[in-house]
């Protein structure tokens, strides 16, 4: 099965900074990216999609593609408190010798902004 | 407004006793999905289904039964086998399952105890 890599956390920064969540994986011919956020105790939100190389803004939220590293990466600029949740990164497996054809998620990183 | 429900919200039963958790979507999906997340775990697919009446295992299939007979629906029936039920159960859906059409978008969830 496809493997997707988060450091656990958890991440703390100060209020304003800006918040590096990095995801690797192992299959190199992953085409889309995914970034979710899940608060406590509730269920994962769709926060970002990346399908090419470089980098997609959209408001406070960056996401970093880099396939020949097999790294994608969240930058979360001038963080808020309210930004404190864990966030998971997914990336979809179509694997030939088992037919499953899914996303896998990473374990997440849980971030935290202090105030 | 469209969107998935998940219910009941939460559920308590005793253990040896089979339980249905609902899903049901309205955004015209295609796929769906479910998963269960543990306490500080990422999530784990159980089954998926790309099409009505036809729906493939996940990881973690054992103890677990899925229907999709219409497109809107995905019940999942928790059964007695199933060695550790208490869980964070998530159901998803999809578009499709190729490129872009992986974003999945998730449900409430059903939180499930079972003593």
């Known amino acids: 099965q496809k493997e997707v890599e988060q450091n656990s956390g958890p991440l703390s920064v100060p209020e304003g900074a800006i918040a590096s969540l990095n995801c690797t994986y192992s299959d190199r011919g992953s085409q889309s990216f995914f970034w979710y956020r899940q608060y406590s105790g509730k269920s994962p939100e769709l926060i970002m999609s990346?399908?090419?190389?470089g980098d997609k803004e959209d408001g406070r939220f960056t996401a970093q593609l880099n396939k020949a590293s097999q790294y994608v990466s969240l930058l979360i600029r001038d963080s808020q408190p309210s930004d404190s949740a864990t966030y998971l990164c997914a990336v979809p497996g179509e694997e030939e010798d088992t037919g499953r054809r899914a996303l896998t998620f990473g374990s997440g990183t849980r971030l935290q902004v202090q105030p | 407004d469209g969107g998935i429900t998940q219910s009941p919200k939460y559920l308590f039963r005793k253990e040896g006793q089979n339980v249905t958790l609902s899903c049901e979507q309205n955004?015209?999906?295609?796929?769906m999905y479910w998963y269960r997340q543990d306490p500080g775990q990422g999530l784990r697919l159980i089954y998926y289904s790309q099409i009505v009446n036809d729906f493939q295992k996940g990881d973690i299939a054992e103890g677990y039964s899925v229907s999709r007979e219409k497109k809107e629906s995905f019940p999942l029936t928790v059964t007695s086998a199933q060695k550790n039920p208490t869980a964070f159960y998530l159901c998803?859906?999809?578009?499709?399952?190729?490129?872009?059409?992986?974003?999945?978008?998730f449900g409430p969830g059903t939180r499930l105890t079972v003593t």
């Open positions: 998803a859906s999809s578009t499709g399952l190729a490129g872009r059409y992986y974003e999945q978008y």
């Open positions: 955004l015209n999906h295609d796929a």
């Open positions: 990346i399908y090419s190389n």
